[in-house]
């Protein structure tokens, strides 16, 4: 099945900005749907981004839109997600998803087949 690596978290001041890669293999990538889902302790996990397999259609939860920007290139297996001017509300775990049906079509509760280890993202204030 396919297999999902997230990479680039780090540690950032707040203000600053990130970028995230999320390596595919192990099947077709430009097939797939794919999106970026973050989680803090004690909170649930949640919708960050999402792109269709042309790269087309990028769609953003309200806490990243008009800072993060969500990009793919299918000839490189890559996923990517350019964050700006973070905030320590973007501390999480974040982590790359893929999923056969278009997000846009699905619910948000059962989409993502296949799921990345996540990597961590710390804003400090």
């Known amino acids: 099945q396919v297999q999902l690596v997230e990479s680039g978290g780090g540690l950032v001041q707040t203000g600053g900005s990130l970028r995230l890669s999320c390596a595919g293999s192990?099947?077709?990538?430009?097939?797939?749907?794919m999106g970026w889902f973050r989680q803090s302790p004690g909170k649930e996990r949640e919708f960050v981004a999402s792109?269709?397999?042309?790269?087309?259609?990028?769609y953003y939860a309200a806490s990243a839109k008009g800072r993060f920007t969500i990009s793919r290139d299918n000839d490189k297996n890559m996923l990517y997600l350019q964050m700006h001017t973070l905030e320590s509300e973007d501390t999480a775990v974040y982590y790359c998803?893929?999923?056969?049906?278009?997000?846009?079509?699905?619910?948000?509760?059962?989409?993502?087949?296949?799921w990345g280890q996540g990597t961590q993202v710390t804003v400090s204030s």
């Open positions: 192990g099947a077709s990538f430009d097939s797939l749907s």
């Open positions: 998803a893929a999923d056969s049906l278009s997000f846009l079509l699905a619910t948000q509760a059962n989409w993502g087949a296949y």
């Open positions: 792109i269709d397999w042309s790269g087309d259609a990028p």
